[in-house]
T-cell receptor
Framework: AQSVTQLGSHVSVSEGALVLLRCNYSSSVPPYLFWYVQYPNQGLQLLLKYTTGATLVKGINGFEAEFKKSETSFHLTKPSAHMSDAAEYFCAVRGGNTDKLIFGTGTRLQVFP | SQTIHQWPATLVQPVGSPLSLECTVEGTSNPNLYWYRQAAGRGLQLLFYSVGIGQISSEVPQNLSASRPQDRQFILSSKKLLLSDSGFYLC????????????FGPGTRLTVT
């Protein structure tokens, strides 16, 4: 079965500091992994995805994530936080041999000046 | 380019009243379509999934139903709303294939009073 665990429902950083949002997955098939961002009262927007190939994936808004099979992780990072990064972030894994996605419970990122 | 629309954006309905939320996709054909619910402070719950006209998979037993009368139209309905139906409803689409990301609509905020 497939599942996603996001460690830390809330993360707070200062503007300019490193952002690290953690995601661990479980999958019985080769994982396809996704990070989405959601701003208040809006839909989700894709930040980046990993399917195959290079394990370090770069996305929009300066975010990147590294697929580590040995650690079953896909953590999201950004070197320098900006106030506009404050939002909720969701990690997702494909739902087995289907087109469905299994989402984590989300991490709310706060950025302080 | 592809776009996804949802309406209404917000809705306040009394308990026991019917519900109809609509989602349409433009700029693509034969998409997979999804309905999610996001309750306050919680992650995304997949409600329904459709791979084609008239083909609906229900993910959780509930007070809601879905229909896909046209290729790019997805409707979420209820005959009698419950208080527990309150939440943020998101429609999404994807191309066929598990490597493909889902694209989300702007959402409908439903409050059942």
């Amino acid at each position: 079965a497939q599942s996603v665990t996001q460690l830390g429902s809330h993360v707070s950083v200062s503007e300019g500091a490193l952002v690290l949002l953690r995601c661990n997955y479980s999958s019985s098939v080769p994982p396809y992994l996704f990070w989405y961002v959601q701003y208040p009262n809006q839909g989700l927007q894709l930040l980046l995805k990993y399917t195959t190939g290079a394990t370090l994936v770069k996305g929009i808004n300066g975010f990147e994530a590294e697929f580590k099979k040995s650690e079953t992780s896909f953590h999201l990072t950004k070197p320098s936080a900006h106030m506009s990064d404050a939002a909720e972030y969701f990690c997702a894994v494909r739902g087995g041999n289907t087109d469905k996605l299994i989402f984590g419970t989300g991490t709310r990122l706060q950025v302080f000046p | 380019s592809q776009t996804i629309h949802q309406w209404p954006a917000t809705l306040v309905q009394p308990v026991g009243s019917p519900l109809s939320l609509e989602c349409t996709v433009e700029g693509t054909s034969n998409p997979n379509l999804y309905w999610y619910r996001q309750a306050a402070g919680r992650g995304l719950q997949l409600l329904f999934y459709s791979v084609g006209i008239g083909q609906i998979s229900s993910e959780v037993p509930q007070n809601l139903s879905a229909s896909r009368p046209q290729d790019r139209q997805f409707i979420l309905s209820s005959k009698k709303l419950l208080l527990s139906d309150s939440g943020f409803y998101l429609c999404a689409w994807s191309k066929i294939g598990s490597r493909n990301e889902q694209y989300f609509g702007p959402g409908t905020r439903l409050t059942v009073t």
